[in-house]
């Protein structure tokens, strides 16, 4: 069996399982594997010889879309696995194509970030999204019914899925997120030093988690905060933990390859996001034996 995957970007958790799906299928010898997309910024040396480089930009790159599309169907894969929003709405409905694989699978890792819980859970005095949002979840749904199967992390998500999108309970499969299991280093002592792992963009949190830690009395003495991440808010960020008390106790990373080796050394992951799906690091602390302060 030939089983092609295509991303749109370089990293993020659908980037992460992309190439532990790929690196899975490749060692074990069960089918031919081959992922197309920009080089993914984390593992893409499990993917040598098994990568072939494309790029859709945006949503709106047709003539991407389309070259995509040609080089992904010249392979004659058999099954098509997309694993982010704009791979799902490139690769809809190429099962049907002549000469097309036998079917495509999206996986839906969440919604878009202006989606607040309580409009998700569908609670009546929630506000809506934008305009633009409600356009992209519209998108969505019309993406959902051009697949084959659509697998949802979450329970949640495919509950979502069916009652706000309206797509089809026989369409939607549950598969978890997974983890691959890392040495066991469970805090030997007082939690004392916390990891966040994350984008710095507002439906993380990370502006919130600094401010509570600097309220009196929050963190005790010798406690640290490292940020493993990038993002839009990291100036912000920076500047709120250069004040008192948190000066000089937090530190900022960026992106880093090696997260399984800075969760070692933490005590404990924090994760304070105000929308979440099934985080992947939530599932690499945890198999860490790291305990896990998660909103």
């Known amino acids: 069996m030939r ?48 990568h072939e480089q494309v790029s859709v930009a945006s949503k709106g790159s047709v003539a991407a ?10 392979w004659r894969p058999d099954l098509v696995h997309a694993q982010d929003r704009r791979s799902g ?10 000469a097309g694989p036998r079917a495509v699978v999206h996986t839906y890792h969440g919604v878009p970030d202006d989606v607040t819980e309580r409009w998700f859970r569908g609670v009546p005095t929630a506000s809506g999204p ?4 409600r356009a992209v979840l519209a998108a969505d749904a019309v993406v959902a019914r051009a697949v084959s199967r659509t697998v949802v992390p979450a329970p949640a998500m495919g509950e ?11 369409r939607l499969t549950h598969i978890d997120n ?9 805090p030997s002592g007082q939690v004392r030093h916390l990891v966040f792992v994350g984008l710095l963009v507002e439906r993380k ?21 490292t940020v493993v ?20 106790r937090v530190r900022f990373l960026g992106f880093r390859t090696d997260v399984p080796e800075l969760l070692a050394q933490g005590d404990a992951l924090v994760l304070p996001s105000r929308m979440e799906q099934q985080p992947l690091v939530v599932a690499a602390a945890m198999a860490a034996g790291k305990p896990v302060l998660a909103t």
């Open 3 to 50: 089983i092609a995957y295509l991303l749109t970007q370089d990293r993020g958790g659908p980037v992460d399982v992309t190439v532990r799906l790929a690196a899975s299928l490749i060692a074990s010898g069960e089918a031919e594997v081959r992922v197309y997309g920009p080089r993914p910024a984390r593992g893409s040396e499990l993917l040598d010889g098994h």
């Open 65 to 74: 879309a389309r070259s995509a599309r040609s080089a992904i169907r010249s």
């Open 89 to 98: 709405l490139v690769c809809a409905g190429m099962h049907r194509l002549p």
């Open 130 to 133: 934008s305009a633009y949002t």
């Open 160 to 170: 979502f899925l069916r009652r706000r999108l309206r797509v089809p309970a026989t």
């Open 178 to 186: 997974s983890a691959e299991l890392p040495a066991f280093t469970p």
């Open 205 to 225: 949190g990370t502006l919130d988690l600094l401010r509570a830690l600097a309220m009196p009395g929050t963190m005790p003495s010798g406690a640290t905060l």
């Open 229 to 248: 991440g990038d993002g839009p808010q990291r100036a912000d960020a920076e500047q709120l933990a250069s004040r008192p008390p948190l000066a000089g």
